[in-house]
């Protein structure tokens, strides 16, 4: 039996796509996985106490979604935040320099629809900063 890995909680309004995400992260090893259709649902697990290792927030749009991920971002509770997102270069530069500006932990924009491939090379390299950061386990 693998050991698994980090919780991870996955934002996205699409049923179908939240079970992707499942099956997805549980071929890399991710087995505790919190599954939300609604910006609430999070924030609910926050209040809760729970921490994750990262997020996953499918189809987020800069323009509308910011708020939301500011507000996620206040609790502290997430390491990191995956976002998929149907944008361009010059968009996902602008959203990676807003998040950073606003102390929203965005470590990666992926376009969409998902690729596995680039989910787990973009995983590796957390892991490999954490390993260097002396986090293990993170």
């Known amino acids: 039996m693998r050991r698994s890995r980090g919780?991870?909680?996955?934002?996205?309004?699409?049923?179908?796509?939240?079970?992707?995400?499942a099956d997805t992260l549980n071929k890399l090893g991710y087995y505790t996985l919190s599954l939300c259709s609604h910006v609430?649902?999070?924030?609910e697990l926050l209040e809760t106490g729970r921490r994750f290792e990262f997020m996953v927030y499918d189809a987020l749009n800069p323009d509308t979604d910011a708020h939301s991920l500011q507000m996620i971002a206040s609790y502290r509770a997430i390491?990191?935040?995956i976002s998929i997102s149907d944008v361009?270069?010059?968009?996902?530069?602008?959203?990676?320099?807003w998040a950073r500006t606003h102390?929203?932990?965005?470590q990666g924009v992926l376009q969409a629809p998902l690729r596995s491939p680039e989910l787990y090379q973009l995983l590796a390299c957390f892991r490999a900063m954490a390993m260097n950061d002396g986090v293990a386990g993170v």
């Open 7 to 21: 919780r991870v909680v996955v934002l996205s309004n699409n049923s179908g796509s939240l079970f992707g995400y």
């Open 40 to 43: 609430n649902d999070v924030v």
């Open 88 to 97: 361009n270069s010059r968009q996902r530069q602008d959203l990676i320099m």
């Open 79 to 81: 390491t990191s935040i």
């Open 103 to 106: 102390q929203v932990p965005l």
